[in-house]
């Protein structure tokens, strides 16, 4: 089968395409085979860890969907013919092997490309939203990038839970694409100084949860924007600014909770510990057509590089999708 690969170091990010043997899948796997898998940036940003050590070669793409080929022999919740979505390593291949812990049935309605878009950036907003972020109907909920997979998929997710929601890029156009999700407040700036318009927008309320996909250079502007026992989601940075301006009084007197979303050094077992409660609580709002999955741009197979290139130039609005053979 076909394989993408990917090395990465300071210098530069090589992909090389492969001829390798079609996996086999282990006691608790289901192997795939696959039909659409979502490009997600931090596989190709140094310091996110999900490109392996520097200078190794990895098979690489996280999440995909596809048709179940095999079960492993501890497996009882899928059988071969299976519409499966959800996280796994090595999913830009014609073939790939995913836990079962991770999978899920892939709704009626939805496509190929949209199930392959589902999985990781909505577990990432869920983890930010609910189960870190404590989001409640009716709070305000700042998205700094809300143009990102991360960003859409968040955005979607807080209307559906009842909140209201102020999104940032430095794109008219991209903000106005994002009007018919839903999307409350919209303030054009790449620049730290929207604090101001977030307050005026809440009647001086403030954010009560910011999800902060760009990075340090937006992080004290946060600070400033939130609200009285806000909570602060750092999900990435794109930037590359991982250092920034705390301001503890702030900090302090408002009661604000700063956390961490990533799965770096979590086990198998912690990252595949909330998709019982994502597939309770999340998916049938995907299933009803309440969210759905944005597609920026499908790529086919074989233009890996240019859909990488799209991803890099900041262009799209949503998940850029890599369909496989099978699914030509």
């Known amino acids: 089968m076909q394989s993408y690969w990917m090395q990465m170091s300071d ?23 696959m039909h659409a898998a979502s490009l997600n940036r931090g596989e190709f940003v140094a310091g996110h860890g999900l490109h392996g050590a520097a200078g190794s070669w990895k098979a690489i793409g996280g999440e995909g969907a596809g048709e179940v080929v095999a079960v492993g022999a501890e497996v009882t919740r899928f059988r071969p013919g299976d519409r499966v979505m959800g996280r796994c390593a090595g999913a830009f291949a014609e073939f790939a092997p995913m836990e079962e812990a991770e999978a899920m049935a892939v709704p009626s309605g939805l496509s190929w ?43 979607q997710l807080a209307k559906a839970l009842g909140a209201k929601v102020i999104g940032t890029s430095g794109s008219a156009d991209k903000l106005a694409s994002l009007q018919p999700l839903g999307l409350d407040v919209a303030i ?16 001086q309320h403030g954010a009560d949860l910011v999800v902060n996909t760009v990075g340090g250079t937006v992080f004290a502007e946060n600070i400033r924007a939130m609200a009285f026992e806000g909570r602060l989601a750092t999900v990435g940075y794109v930037d590359g600014v991982v250092h920034a301006e705390l301001d503890l009084a702030a900090l302090h007197a408002k009661r604000l909770t700063v956390f961490g979303v990533s799965n770096k050094l979590r086990s198998k077992a912690q990252r595949a510990a909330a998709v019982p409660a994502f597939v309770a609580e999340v998916l049938p709002h995907i299933a009803a057509g309440r969210i759905r999955p944005r597609i920026d741009r499908v790529f086919d197979f074989a233009r890996l590089e240019e859909a990488k290139a799209r991803m890099e130039s900041g262009g799209h609005v949503g998940k850029i999708v890599l369909r496989m053979p099978a699914a030509a």
């Open 11 to 33: 210098a530069a990010t090589l992909l090389e395409l492969r001829e390798v043997a079609v996996p086999q899948p282990g006691p608790q796997q289901l192997l795939l085979r």
């Open 188 to 203: 054009c700036t790449r620049a730290p100084d929207f604090a101001a318009a977030v307050m005026e927008a809440t009647q």
């Open 113 to 155: 490309d949209e199930a392959a878009s589902v999985a990781l950036t909505f577990l990432v907003s869920y983890d930010m939203l609910v189960l870190q972020g404590r989001l409640q109907a009716g709070d305000w909920v700042l998205i700094n990038g809300v143009s990102s997979g991360v960003g859409v998929a968040s955005l």
